[in-house]
């Protein structure tokens, strides 16, 4: 069973749980989902309004890469247990068996790729909330500032559980591109996602 068909409470129950999946990988890709649907949320409150009219078509285009951006990230949550799942059956593999280290690797390598693309899609969530915040109703603009704050914490989860990888892989040449790119991505995260924040808290003071 796809861990989406879950309710909110067994999904919380099953993370609480004392196995490996879902772990901080897929719950990062969950907060980056909402994250993405609280933007949706603010273009939907937007349509339709006079007042909104001459933004109406960025509205919809924004909202149409919500969605995408939405079920990506749901379809991770999946996809991140999938990765996790033969690297901690690797961690088993006794330590002087044949190709071991090999093994060790490559499941090192599929693990963090994952979250990196949680992290590259909850990035694009960011950039989205800026605009929802930006353009959409007066009304909603806390949805988006709380929408850029998730994305955030899921940019940060997912983050962490690229490095986890990156940080027990031989081949450091590979491990120093992943590295290289999360601290991009951590760096113009932050800064976009705390603009938006503090524009909404200012506005709303």
């Known amino acids: 069973m796809s861990m989406n068909d879950l309710s909110i ?3 919380t129950d099953e993370l609480a749980a004392k196995v490996s999946v879902p772990g901080g990988g897929g719950a990062s890709a969950l907060v980056g989902a909402l994250a993405s649907a609280l933007g949706s949320m603010v273009g939907n409150f937007t349509l339709g309004k006079k007042k909104y009219a001459d933004v109406e078509p960025d509205i919809i285009r924004l909202m149409d890469e919500a969605a995408k951006l939405q079920d990506q990230l749901l379809a991770c949550i999946d996809k991140d247990a999938e990765g996790f799942e033969p690297l901690s059956k690797a961690y088993g593999i006794p330590k002087d068996a044949p190709g071991r280290d090999e093994t060790l690797e490559k499941c090192l390598h599929d693990a963090a790729a994952v979250p990196m693309e949680i992290a590259e899609l909850s990035a694009k969530v960011i950039a989205l909330q800026q605009e929802f915040a930006e353009k959409g109703s007066k009304l909603m603009v806390s949805d988006a500032g709380c929408g850029a704050t998730f994305a955030r914490a899921a940019l940060e989860g997912a ?39 503090n524009a909404v808290l200012d506005g709303l003071k």
Not at 166 to 175: C, G, P, Q, S, V
């Open 9 to 11: 409470k067994a999904f």
């Open 159 to 197: 983050i962490l559980n690229v490095r986890v990888n990156t940080k027990l892989m031989k081949d450091r040449e590979y491990a120093e591109k992943l590295n290289a790119r999360v601290d991009e991505l951590l760096a113009a995260g932050r800064k976009d996602a705390d603009a938006v924040y």
